[in-house]
């Protein structure tokens, strides 16, 4: 039905973002967390549902956002984040990582506040799952895999890092980006972007978080297979 299908060069695909940053609770009203704001995320869901994508979101808390036009699945903990991911990854066409996942928490987390009285002075943390390489490892060697892009913030040897990342977790695309310049990174409109792909190119990106989103559709739609007509 004509109803059911938005035109675009998307059209006809799912794809799956994670996005915002995680928290890792040491009781309930102390977390580990940083100060991702999911913009890129959801300038890269908004982005795919105007070229036709069915479009969900797995966000971290970010606040109050526009979630009109997909489908938004709200966590908390990287564990959170991997479970949701997890369960969907297999029936999409392109999994998008964005998400600032926590890659600690805390070992134990008290049920009741903990008074400074009682300390501790020196918390013990623990690696949280990596969803994304838990994602990749899930679908590997499947005949039909979903378009892995993962994205890399680093501060320096900014291409090497994130290289190093898209070969390690099996990526098709990895985002790099500088997040020590001016102009990118966390909680701004703008991004300048170094898109690395496994055909060994790379090429450089940069504009509104908007504008960015579109052109890295744009590179992902080469790795997509032809839909059959
Ligand atoms: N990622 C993830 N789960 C994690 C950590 C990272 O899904 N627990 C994803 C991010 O969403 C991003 C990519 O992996 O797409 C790279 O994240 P980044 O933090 O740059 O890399 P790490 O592998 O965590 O390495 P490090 O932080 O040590 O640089
Ligand atoms: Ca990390």
């Known amino acids: 039905a004509a109803s059911l299908f938005t035109p675009g060069p998307l059209a006809g695909r799912h794809v799956l973002i994670t996005a915002g940053p995680t928290r890792e609770y040491l009781d309930p009203v102390r977390f580990i967390s940083n100060p991702s704001t999911g913009k890129m995320g959801l300038a890269l869901a908004e982005a795919a549902r105007g070229m036709g994508a069915k479009v969900t979101v797995v966000l971290g808390p970010v606040g109050t956002v526009d979630r ?134 790379q090429r450089e990106l940069s504009g509104t978080k908007r504008e960015v989103a579109r052109s890295i559709l744009n590179l992902i739609q080469d790795f997509l297979p032809r839909t059959p007509s």
């Open 68 to 201: 009109s036009g997909y489908e938004v699945v709200d966590v908390v903990s990287a564990e959170d984040m991997a479970r949701e991911v997890l369960a969907r990854v297999d029936e999409v066409d392109c999994f998008i990582a964005t998400a600032a996942v926590s890659d600690w928490k805390p070992e134990t987390r008290a049920a009741q506040k903990v008074k400074k009285s009682e300390g501790p002075e020196t918390l013990t943390l623990v690696r949280t799952p990596d969803v994304l390489a838990e994602a990749s490892r899930r679908v590997s060697g499947r005949e039909k895999r979903p378009v892995l892009v993962g994205f890399a913030a680093e501060t320096q040897r900014v291409v090497e890092y994130a290289r190093d990342k898209l070969e390690r977790k099996g990526l098709d695309a990895i985002v790099a980006n500088d997040v020590s310049a001016p102009g990118a990174g966390f909680g701004v409109d703008t991004n300048q972007v170094t898109v690395l792909t496994r055909d060994g190119k």
